[in-house]
């Protein structure tokens, strides 16, 4: 089992940019697929952001490719979502997924474990 804790959400201006970071408990980090959502008032929670176990694959939505780098550091368990050139229609609230055996990477349900969501405000 693991626990996930986001933060570095807030307000920034259209173009700004927010690293969020989301640190993992337990000793096995390292063997758990690890994703980035979103979800906006009134919407369905959508993928933003995966990485795989070592960190040397990622995948993004279209929406975010060339805007959104994921990393992980699996000495700190963490992994981070660099969010550059932020636009309004990014504004979420931004959760991290976990899971150790991945189906579907883009999908809610092949997680098992979720964060509480930090909040990301981008104003116009």
């Known amino acids: 089992q693991v626990q996930l804790v986001e933060s570095g959400g807030g307000l920034v201006q259209a173009g700004g940019s927010l690293r969020l970071s989301c640190a993992a408990s337990?000793?096995?980090?390292?063997?758990?697929?690890m994703g980035w959502f979103r979800q906006a008032p009134g919407k369905e929670r959508e993928f933003v952001a995966a990485?795989?176990?070592?960190?040397?694959?990622?995948y993004y939505a279209d929406s975010v490719k060339g805007r959104f780098t994921i990393s992980r550091d699996n000495a700190k368990n963490t992994v981070y979502l660099q969010m550059n050139s932020l636009k309004p229609e990014d504004t979420a609230v931004y959760y991290c997924?976990?899971?150790?055996?991945?189906?579907?990477?883009?999908?809610?349900?092949?997680?098992?474990?979720w964060g509480q969501g930090t909040q990301v405000t981008v104003s116009s």
């Open positions: 337990g000793r096995t980090f390292s063997s758990y697929s």
């Open positions: 990485i795989t176990k070592s960190g040397g694959s990622t």
């Open positions: 997924a976990a899971d150790k055996n991945i189906f579907a990477r883009n999908r809610p349900g092949s997680y098992d474990y």
